[in-house]
C-alpha cells in the first residue's frame, strides 16, 4: 500500500480477535524496514499489557507513546514522522477525526486500527467518520466460536451492559446467523467495568 502520494489514511477495523493489532504491526514493521520515521500511538485506558507497547495477541510487539486524548497524541508528533500508527483509536474522542485528517494533509501515512461496532453492534466511538474519511479500509473477520464462520461482531458473553468492559474473557467472536443480544442482570451494571484478565497464549 504505498502507491498514495503524500500523506493518507488506512483504517483497520473489525470486531475483536480479528487480528487488527497484528495487522497494524506488520504494516507498521514494514515502514521501519523502509526507513522511514514511525510513531505509534495508543490511548492510555488500554492497559491490558505494558502501557508503551502495543502487543497483538500472537505476541508482536512494537513501542508505543500511551495518550490521554487526540490533543496530547498530536502535541508529541515529532518532527520529520512519516507514518503514525494509531492502536485501539475507537477509545479515543471525536477529536481524533481531525488529528487524523490534519496528519494526513501534513504529507504523513496515518495507519489507526480499531473496533468498528460495540458489543450491541452499535458503531463505536469516532470509528464511523474515521471509516468515512479514509484512503483504505481493511476490514477484518475473526472465526466465529459456533460455526466457524467469518465473524464480525464481538458478542459479551459476560459483564454488566457498559459500553466498554475490557477483558478478552468477556467476549467471543460470532458471525451474523450465531450473534445474540446481550442483557446483564441489572445488579451487574456498574458505570465501568474493569477485569483485566490476560488472555490465553493461542487466543488468536
Ligand atoms: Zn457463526
Redo the contacts with the bound molecule.
Keep these: 500500500m504505498d502507491h498514495h502520494r503524500g500523506g493518507w489514511i488506512e483504517i483497520i477495523a473489525g470486531g475483536m480477535f480479528s487480528g487488527k493489532s497484528e495487522e497494524l504491526i506488520r504494516r507498521l514493521r514494514r515502514a521501519v524496514i523502509a526507513r522511514q520515521r514511525v510513531q505509534v500511538f495508543k490511548p492510555l485506558l488500554d492497559d491490558r499489557f505494558a502501557t508503551d507497547e502495543v502487543v497483538s495477541r500472537d505476541e508482536r510487539r512494537l513501542k508505543a507513546i500511551a495518550v490521554a486524548t487526540s490533543a496530547e497524541l498530536l502535541a508529541r508528533i515529532e518532527i520529520g514522522v512519516q507514518v503514525v500508527g494509531i492502536d485501539e483509536v475507537q477509545f479515543f474522542d471525536a477529536g481524533v477525526v481531525e488529528v487524523c485528517m490534519q496528519l494526513a494533509d501534513a504529507g504523513i501515512r496515518v495507519i489507526a486500527a480499531g473496533l468498528d461496532q460495540d458489543y450491541m453492534r452499535r458503531p463505536f466511538g469516532p470509528m464511523p467518520a474515521l471509516l468515512a474519511v479514509a484512503e483504505e479500509v481493511s476490514k477484518m473477520h475473526a472465526v466465529?466460536v459456533?460455526?466457524r464462520?467469518a465473524?464480525h461482531y464481538s458478542q459479551r458473553v459476560s459483564g454488566g451492559n457498559a459500553q466498554v468492559e475490557v477483558g478478552d474473557s468477556s467476549y467471543e467472536a460470532?458471525?451474523r446467523?450465531?450473534f445474540e443480544a446481550y442483557h446483564a442482570a441489572p445488579e451487574d451494571t456498574p458505570a465501568v467495568q474493569l477485569t483485566i484478565p490476560r488472555p490465553a497464549v493461542g487466543n488468536a
Excluded: E
Aim: net charge positive; hydrophobic share 10%; aromatic share 0%.
Design positions: 466465529c459456533r460455526c464462520g465473524a460470532r458471525c446467523h450465531c
